[in-house]
């Protein structure tokens, strides 16, 4: 009975699996940010901990657009476990390093979803995941132009507090 359920559903079904993946890759990085925006709260970097609160929320919509996805399309989403999450950290930049290589991480599987969409002629799937394939490029930019920062300014005494404040208001 499972297996026919699973043949009429509007999706492929290697797709709905590689999907479900990617849930728990999304919330995975939604608790990753949360551990990260702890660190900045626990050593005085307030506008660095907004910032990744907020990529955390943002990681967590993600997770439930594909979720919702699957669900509406005939699917069954399952909710995710985590765990493995990075809690300790040496620096604001070695966040911000290990951000960047979990957004590449992310835009990589991302990739490899449409690649297998256009592969099986999933068109309403691979039409979904264009939305995440424009996002990523953004979140990858925004890591890369905060990294810059700690390149041209430093990561000592006040260079660190002006990229803080810098990160809380966007620039």
């Not at 590689?18 to 626990?42: G, R």
């Not at 592969?119 to 039409?127: C, G, L, M, R």
Request: aromatic content about 8%.
């Amino acid at each position: 009975m499972k297996d026919i359920v699973r043949q009429k559903i509007g999706i492929n079904v290697d797709i709905m699996d590689m999907l479900n993946e990617q849930i728990s890759k999304e919330a995975h990085s939604s608790s990753a940010y949360l551990a990260m925006a702890s660190w900045c709260d626990h050593n005085g970097l307030t506008g660095s901990a907004e910032f990744l609160y907020k990529q955390s929320l943002e990681e967590r919509d993600h997770m439930m657009k594909i979720f919702r996805f699957i669900n509406e399309n005939g699917g069954t989403a399952y909710s995710p476990e985590v765990s493995n999450i990075l809690h300790d950290f040496n620096s604001l930049q070695e966040i911000f390093e290990t951000a960047l290589d979990q957004e590449i991480a992310i835009t990589k599987s991302i990739n490899n979803i449409v690649a297998k969409c256009r592969k099986v002629q999933d068109f309403a799937s691979e039409n979904f995941l264009q939305w995440f394939v424009h996002e990523q490029m953004e979140e990858e930019n925004q890591f890369r132009r905060i990294l810059e920062m700690f390149d041209l300014m430093g990561t000592d005494g006040i260079a660190l507090k002006l990229i803080d404040e810098r990160i809380k208001h966007g620039e």
